[in-house]
């Protein structure tokens, strides 16, 4: 994946992992299901949560929410959410990026970011290392026989250590998220009522304040979503869409569960290209 920054003329190359998408899964999951139950005209209003699709010239997020009017020649893409993940290394850059997208998006209502912290930054096996040697000694592993010799079931406290070198540990995962207050979003606010953060360790979750936030957010979205369906059609049932019954809904234990999978599946992604090397 490509980022262009034209201030200072930066390009940045990217390359997506199991373990850089994990955190937003069960998140889009979510909203996928809450927007499927508001019962608002498909022919009408065109919704999407997309991953990899353009929000700005410099930003190609990980999850954005987009609403488009069906019924007008002259509609715009209305893009009231967005979420964006990094690894630890790269946290600078995302917050450059995110601030890029809100000046191109000043209606965004709601702002996600997730960094990955892992426990040192991934290293492949030195050429004549007791691992490398081990490892070439074999055929080419299938996922099967490489994560079996872990010896550990898939969970956040188990990094995955085959031939004794670490092919992903994550330390931590850190949550940010902001909402739209009376003016665009401003990254550097400290204001509770418009920000919240959190960290998962694989013993501790302080989540409460940031799936308050995403809820809050997800809440506004809606109304954004009801607004467009007014303008569309002054008469539409504004009560069946606020339905009080029709809740988002994310669990803690699906975002480690997520994460801990995406581990597996990111060090035998990382095998095979060492591997082929």
Request: aromatic share 10%; with cysteine; charged share 25%.
């Amino acid at each position: 994946r490509l980022t262009y920054f034209d201030d200072d003329s930066t390009l940045i190359v990217e390359m997506p992992s199991a373990v850089h998408e994990a955190p937003l899964v069960a998140l889009h999951t979510a909203l996928v299901c809450f927007l499927e139950n508001i019962p608002f005209d498909r022919k009408a209003v065109n919704a999407n949560i997309l991953s990899n699709i353009e929000a700005s010239e410099s930003l190609v997020p990980d999850m954005r929410i987009s609403f488009q009017n069906m019924k007008s020649t002259t509609s715009e893409t209305i893009i009231p959410g967005l979420a964006e993940t990094a690894f630890s290394q790269h946290r600078d850059v995302l917050f450059d990026k995110l601030e890029e997208a809100i000046k191109e998006n000043p209606s965004l209502l709601f702002v996600i970011a997730a960094v990955v912290f892992e426990n040192a930054p991934y290293r492949s096996p030195k050429k004549g290392s007791d691992a490398g040697r081990a490892l070439l000694r074999d055929a080419k592993r299938s996922s099967n026989d490489f994560l079996s010799a872990t010896g550990d079931l898939p969970t956040l406290d188990a990094p995955v250590v085959v031939e004794n070198h670490t092919w992903c540990s994550v330390a931590s995962v850190w949550f940010k998220v902001w909402v739209c207050g009376n003016q665009p979003i401003d990254i550097r606010t400290d204001d509770p009522a418009l920000v919240a953060d959190g960290v998962t360790f694989f013993f501790h979750f302080d989540y409460g304040p940031v799936l308050a936030m995403i809820d809050k957010g997800v809440n506004a979205i809606r109304e954004r979503l009801i607004t467009l369906c007014k303008e569309i059609d002054e008469d539409v049932d504004v009560d069946a869409l606020r339905d009080p019954n029709i809740v988002f809904r994310v669990r803690k234990d699906d975002i480690a569960t997520k994460i801990a999978g995406a581990m597996r599946e990111t060090a035998y992604r990382r095998y095979l290209a060492w591997y082929k090397k």
